[in-house]
């Protein structure tokens, strides 16, 4: 059974780089699924960061595009979010979570699992 | 841009039926699934492809989606379904997520 668990600093100085590790257990990420980051601010809603595959390729969010990196390190069986020119309204739970796959092996729609989440605070 | 919107709050009575819908453009054109969050933890997937449940969620959670409008129903709602619940779907490659509703219990 698949796991994730998100690491990195939980504070991040206003303009600076927030930088978080999704580490995946139980499977490989090498696998064929992609793999996203997703947030959510205190007491907001969800909002979808961007995606990776194993062979580097990947998807962002329009709104975020410009200050979105999302790498893999298959070494490590991780990926990696990191996120540019922060402000305090990118403070927020930061969630990994894997893409699921259709029955013809293809993408799915949804997401599962997703890991336990960790607070960033952006403040001086 | 595109947006999927939820009612804020839905109340039911133990062991009767709750409804949440989410309202998009076309939004039965796409696949909808639903995600349950409970506080102080990660969202869990209840409802995926309009209609399928994962293994281990119980067979009270069904979905639906037709038109504009996708629905989540929890049949025989319990105690432990208080919660809030988003749905999602894709739009031009980009994830998007509903608005969220507080399911409560009474």
């Known amino acids: 059974q698949v796991q994730l668990q998100e690491s990195g600093p939980g504070l991040v100085k206003p303009s600076g780089t927030l930088s978080l590790t999704c580490a995946v257990s139980?499977?490989?990420?090498?696998?064929?699924?992609?793999w996203s980051w997703i947030r959510q601010p205190p007491g907001k809603g969800l909002e979808w960061i961007g995606e990776?595959?194993?062979?580097?390729?990947?998807n962002y969010n329009p709104s975020l595009k410009s200050r979105v990196t999302i790498s893999v390190d298959k070494s490590k069986n991780q990926f990696s979010l990191k996120l540019s020119s922060v402000t305090a309204a990118d403070t927020a739970v930061y969630y990994c979570?894997?893409?699921?796959?259709?029955?013809?092996?293809?993408?799915?729609?949804?997401?599962?699992?997703w890991g336990q989440g960790t607070l960033v605070t952006v403040s001086s | 841009s595109y947006e999927l919107t939820q009612p804020p709050s839905v109340s039911v009575s133990p062991g009767q039926t709750a409804s949440i819908t989410c309202s998009g453009d076309?939004?039965?054109?796409?696949?909808a699934c639903w995600y349950q969050q409970k506080p102080g933890q990660s969202p869990v997937l209840v409802i995926y492809?309009?209609?399928k449940r994962p293994s281990g969620i119980p067979e009270r959670f069904s979905g639906s989606n037709s038109g504009n409008t996708a629905t989540l129903t929890i049949s025989g709602t319990q105690a432990m379904d208080e919660a809030d619940y988003y749905c999602q779907a894709w739009d031009s490659s980009t994830v998007i997520f509903g608005t969220g509703t507080k399911v409560t219990v009474l």
């Open positions: 076309k939004l039965g054109d796409k696949y």
């Open positions: 139980g499977g490989s990420i090498s696998s064929s699924n992609w």
């Open positions: 492809q309009d209609s």
């Open positions: 990776i595959y194993h062979s580097g390729s990947t």
């Open positions: 979570a894997r893409r699921g796959r259709n029955d013809y092996g293809a993408p799915g729609d949804w997401f599962d699992p």
